[in-house]
């Protein structure tokens, strides 16, 4: 299985297949499981084997296929599947830190992580560093000795900017560090942090795992001392478990993740060029754009890609925003990414509304700014819906 390129695994990787034989993974929709004996109950609470399970909190065969299919995909010793991508972000940040601790994360976060690192882990007394992601020196000031951990998005949302993993990843660990890349935007597709020096890697399954807008799911990548021995205990008391019946919809998303998410791509990059220089435009935003400043990095980092996501500013600030959005017919009004449906969010009225107007313009925030997710439509519909409701600004 190790030889198998990723879209091999993505089919077929982890599969446990019971004594019937069935080709699509079974869903154990169960909480629990029986012993036959309470030798062999009290056996299990002592040493769980690998093919045993004791309650759906702490594991259950579904959700284990989905694990192992994702950590075989990473490359990574372990993993553990979490409700949804925040659980997965919370249980890093809440299994790793204690009262003291220092945290230096990218700015450029998505708005939940930001909610846990500002409010919630400064209530316990931990310090909380944020720097501009792309300003490597900004990093190297950051991450004092003895810092803890280091967190970042490997491409920012939602401005898109490319945070250089290799590079933070040696000042971090110089410094002693665990680094915590979240790669939602970067997709296992084209992107594997793990390689590059991370330690650890997290994906809102949400997004391109499902990619068809059903349900919510995450996941945490890591070395299996760091899954089993740190994270496991704190998520298995916690109560952060993914069901079963998501982890197998998951499952079914994964086979065909790897289609979907190079035509999103292809799409996507096929618009932002047609965008690009369009005279109600200030900045077209894609990682994948030839001329992108970070081109170089893209190229190493994300095979050249620029994920499935695109940001377009118009000069006409918040009106034409607006206009824009109202005038569109097949990009739905939403705030998810990595769907099969084109999505189109407004970040400083929805997503980033919470924040202050001083962090969302240090941020690129700006009243003009739209985030789109590209789906599978067509690229010649999606191209005729963008034109049509530029005319309309
Ligand atoms: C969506 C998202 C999350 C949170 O995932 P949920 O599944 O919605 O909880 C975290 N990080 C990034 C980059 C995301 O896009």
């Known amino acids: ?42 056996a299990r609470f002592i040493e769980t084997g690998a093919d045993e399970f004791i309650y759906a909190r702490y594991g259950n065969p579904t959700v284990r296929m989905f694990e192992d299919r994702l950590a075989a995909l990473e490359g990574a010793e372990d993993a553990f599947a979490l409700a949804s991508g925040m659980a997965a972000v919370n249980a890093v940040l809440m299994a790793t830190l204690k009262s003291g601790d220092r945290v230096v994360a990218a700015r450029a976060l998505f708005g939940s992580c930001l909610y846990i690192l500002e409010d919630v882990l400064a209530r316990f007394g931990v310090e909380v560093v944020l720097v501009d992601g792309t300003d490597l020196d900004a990093w190297r000031r950051g991450i004092t000795d003895g810092t803890k951990l280091v967190f970042f998005e490997s491409v920012g949302n939602p401005t898109l900017e490319v945070i250089d993993i290799a590079a933070v990843a040696e000042i971090a660990h110089s410094a002693g560090a665990l680094v915590a890349v979240d790669n939602v935007f970067a997709t296992q597709t084209f992107s594997a942090p793990l390689s590059m020096g991370a330690d650890v890697v997290i994906y809102s399954a949400t997004k391109h795992i499902d990619g068809q807008g059903r349900c919510l799911g995450g996941v945490v990548l890591g070395s299996r001392d760091f899954v089993r021995g740190i994270l496991e205990p704190f998520i298995k008391h916690t109560g952060g478990a993914l069901s079963p019946f998501n982890a197998w919809i998951m499952l079914k998303g994964l086979e065909t993740m790897d289609l979907r998410v ?8 096929a618009l932002a060029e047609v965008l690009c220089g369009h005279a109600k435009l200030t900045r077209v935003l894609f990682p994948g754009l030839k001329d992108h400043p970070d081109a170089a990095l893209v190229k190493r980092q994300m095979d050249g890609a620029g994920g499935t996501v695109l940001s377009l500013e118009f000069a006409g600030g918040q009106e034409a925003a607006f206009r824009f959005l109202n005038a569109l017919n097949i990009i739905v009004i939403s705030n998810n990414l990595g769907d099969a449906k084109s999505i189109i969010t407004h970040p400083a009225t929805t997503t980033h509304q919470r924040l202050p107007d001083e962090q969302k313009a240090a941020l690129g925030i700006t009243p003009g700014l739209v985030r789109l997710s590209i789906g599978l439509e067509d690229i010649r519909d999606l191209i005729e819906d963008v034109s049509a409701a530029l005319d309309a600004v």
């Open 262 to 269: 190079r035509a999103q791509s292809a799409s996507a990059l």
């Open 1 to 42: 299985m190790d030889k198998w390129h990723k879209r091999t695994k993505m089919v077929h990787a982890g599969t446990r297949r019971s004594q019937y034989g069935e080709v699509s993974e079974a869903i154990f929709l169960t909480q629990g499981f029986v012993y036959e004996s309470p030798e062999q109950a009290e």
